[in-house]
């Protein structure tokens, strides 16, 4: 398969299981997104360990709402933030998480994909 049909079928998997997770929680994100996912993916003839990787990190990216994780919702209270603030800084983070993951799965031999993941992550959170 071509790598930019790849690049395709991942993102949108990641977009839709971010935005589930946005309203849901991330175990509940991505058991509803992984049966249509591998569904798709063995028809259009994806690895499975792409399809995994992108449910897996599109779960965990609820960045723009108070709602969608626990430290969240508690820091929402504590510091009298408003919802349009997670909006804000929360879409932003979950484009450079996006380009990340994209980045990662698709130019970097898949053993080692998820821990270069890690390792980009940290770099981008060290040196913005």
Known sequence: MLLCAQAAITSCLYIATGALSEILTNNAAA???YPIAAAAGDK???????????????????????????TNLMVYGAGNYKTMEFIKYGAGLKVGNGRAEGNTLLY?????????????????????
């Open 44 to 70: 259009l003839g994806v690895d499975p360990k792409l399809i995994s990787v992108s449910i897996m990190l599109g779960a965990s990216s609820a960045f723009m709402s108070p709602f969608g994780y626990q």
């Open 108 to 128: 970097i031999p898949r053993e080692m994909s998820v821990q270069c993941f890690c390792w980009a992550c940290l770099e981008f959170i060290k040196y913005g």
């Open 31 to 33: 058991a509803l997104m």
